[in-house]
């Protein structure tokens, strides 16, 4: 995905980092394609995170964290539309709580233009929305994405999340989603 959302976490990340103030980094597991507990993005920067699982109850794992660490300012937390809706609202009660901002970083829809689950919570849940933008080959906003396989053909069914293919993901406007156009 090119929309340069891992490339805003990681400079958040750093601009924390840059003030003396400590971070939490975390990731689904479900999200293996970097190394289960690598950020990266396309501009070289990197950071480690906590891979968890879908069970992970993050309003007690980052209590202890917390605990452990009072320096911790940040929660940031990568491919955000992997998680369960009920780890969204773990997040939300996070912030309410332990007075302490959660970054998200995810997708609205998958490839099939379907919200992804956690997403739906996000956008309940969330004080606040920023829109990451980028653009489709046409040069309109993309706000859906295509999936296309190896030998180059636009995939519209199947599982929501392919683990270890060689898909790939564009960013398209919506009428070249639906036009199924690269
Ligand atoms: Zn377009």
């Not at 202890?64 to 300012?73: A, F, M, V």
């Amino acid at each position: 995905m090119n929309a340069g959302k891992s490339t805003s976490l990681l400079q958040s990340n750093y601009n924390y980092n840059e003030r003396g103030m400590n971070t939490l980094l975390l990731a689904p597991s479900v999200d293996t394609r970097y190394g289960a507990k690598k950020i990266t993005s396309r501009i070289g920067l990197q950071a480690d995170a906590t891979a968890f699982s879908p069970d992970e109850d993050l309003y007690q794992f980052i209590k202890q964290e917390l605990d452990k660490n009072s320096n911790i300012k940040c929660i940031l937390l990568d491919e955000a539309q992997f998680i369960t809706k009920k780890q969204v609202q773990q997040l939300a009660y996070v912030t309410d709580d332990f007075n302490i901002p959660v970054l998200a970083y995810g997708l609205r829809t998958d490839y099939m233009g379907e919200p992804f689950e956690a997403s739906k919570y996000f956008l309940a849940l969330a004080d606040q929305l920023i829109e990451l933008k980028t653009i489709c080959h046409c040069g309109r906003k993309a706000t859906m994405v295509l999936r296309v396989n190896d030998q180059g053909e636009i995939v519209r069914k199947g599982e929501q999340v392919a683990m270890g293919g060689n898909e790939s993901y564009i960013p398209v406007c919506r009428k070249h989603f639906r036009e199924g156009k690269l």
